[in-house]
């Protein structure tokens, strides 16, 4: 993994990822990831947060579709 030559103080860190979590829990990933994708976040941590965001939303679609809620 490459090193980001810019440091996210721990606190900035742990209030993204909690804050990102609560857009999870209100179905809105996919907004929150698109306010952070152009910010000095890694871009791993941006890619996974991409894919969390599309993993649950085709989790509801999947759910959806067999009507579970």
């Not at 440091?7 to 857009?23: A, C, T």
């Not at 000095?40 to 999947?62: C, F, I, T």
């Amino acid at each position: 993994m490459e090193q980001n030559p810019k440091k996210l103080s721990e606190g900035l860190v742990y209030n993204i990822i909690d804050q990102f979590f609560k857009s999870m829990q209100n179905r809105a990933g996919e907004q929150f990831y698109n306010k952070v994708k152009n910010t000095d976040l890694h871009p791993e941590v941006k890619q996974m947060m991409k894919k969390m965001a599309d993993d649950s939303a085709e989790l509801e679609r999947v759910m959806k579709k067999y009507h579970l809620k």
